[in-house]
């Protein structure tokens, strides 16, 4: 069971998912790893069944963020304990993915449609969205209730451990601790940029994405440093990281739109949904080209840097 002891009070000052400007930082990383997990138990455990995909979602959200906590301190607990908890929160989170990932689908041909209202008639693509409805519910019943116990027995056995684990013993009160946590991230989110930039890939896209989650989460985690400089580089992340994601999802629909003859039977109607699709992607690929230019704008070098010193102005 996962430690409820270990969190702050309801009322508490300090952020669910930041470090306390004064909170030594073992500290911290104990309170937010323990209280995330204990909040995706909750979320799993739903106040009505209207509440499921809201709970599941809100569920996979808070592992993302915890493994960029891990990832924030993986060269103090050491690699070996860094990837078996990553691992689990991974595959936890997998589990869960499938129901979300085709309702996406049907909300992202929603706004391909809502594109191109006036221009497309009122039926178009209707086939498509029955199909993507069949896809939704047959995902939806594969999340059984055994297998959300699974994921809570999961996560609270991670709990557990996490309350357990000397953190205080073993992950230094100095920015040291997290610099290479950080300058890792920063690093792989800059040369995945580049790449991405480059090539225009849709892979190459979604590991850029991924980078850039891991270092907002990350910036968030940080943000009681410098909350107006860090605050608004988080957000930026938050905005690049969600037309990265807008992205994936039509390049998803685009390919099981192909991989499906049953998803549109109409080979006009077909083509027509890929060349939407894909017109709207090209605006969504240059508006996150953009922001990626400011969001990676400097060396790693000098990010890392800048972090130091809103670390020392701040925890002084």
Not at 27 to 50: I, N, W, Y
Not at 82 to 105: F, I, K, P, Q, S
Request: glycine share 6%; with cysteine; charged share 30%.
């Amino acid at each position: 069971m996962v430690d409820l002891a270990a969190r702050p009070p309801a009322d508490s000052p300090l952020s669910p998912v930041a470090v306390g400007i004064d909170e030594a930082l073992p500290v911290a990383v104990q309170r937010l790893t323990v209280g995330l997990l204990a909040g995706a138990c909750a979320d799993l455990r739903p106040r009505s069944e209207k509440h499921f995909d809201v709970g599941i979602h809100s569920a996979r959200k808070k592992m993302k963020r915890l493994r960029a906590l891990l990832r924030l301190v993986r060269d103090e607990i050491g690699y070996s304990a860094y990837r078996n908890e990553n691992v689990v929160l991974r595959d936890t989170a997998r589990t869960l993915a499938g129901m979300r990932d085709a309702r996406v689908l049907h909300t992202t041909l929603d706004a391909v449609c809502d594109d191109y209202e006036g221009l497309l008639a009122e039926d178009a693509f209707a086939r498509t969205t029955r199909f993507l409805d069949a896809r939704y519910e047959v995902a939806r019943r594969a999340i059984t209730r055994q297998t959300v116990a699974d994921a809570i027995v999961n996560l609270g056995a991670a709990g557990a451990r996490f309350a357990a684990y000397p953190l205080t013993d073993v992950v230094r009160d100095d920015f040291a601790a997290i610099a290479p946590g950080i300058a890792r991230v920063y690093r792989r989110g800059y040369r995945a940029h580049h790449r991405a930039r480059e090539t225009r890939d849709v892979h190459d896209l979604h590991e850029w994405r991924k980078r850039v989650k891991y270092l907002r989460h990350q910036m968030e985690a940080l943000e009681a440093l410098q909350p107006v400089l860090l605050g608004a580089y988080a957000a930026l992340l938050d905005e690049l990281g969600e037309l990265l994601g807008v992205d994936h999802d039509h390049a998803v629909l685009a390919d099981t739109v192909m991989a499906h003859a049953d998803a549109c039977r109409d080979e006009r109607e077909r083509w027509l949904l890929i060349a939407l699709i894909y017109r709207r992607r090209g605006d969504l690929i240059a508006a996150a080209e953009r922001l990626g230019d400011a969001a990676y704008a400097e060396r790693p070098e000098a990010f890392v840097d800048r972090i130091a010193a809103y670390w020392e102005a701040g925890r002084r």
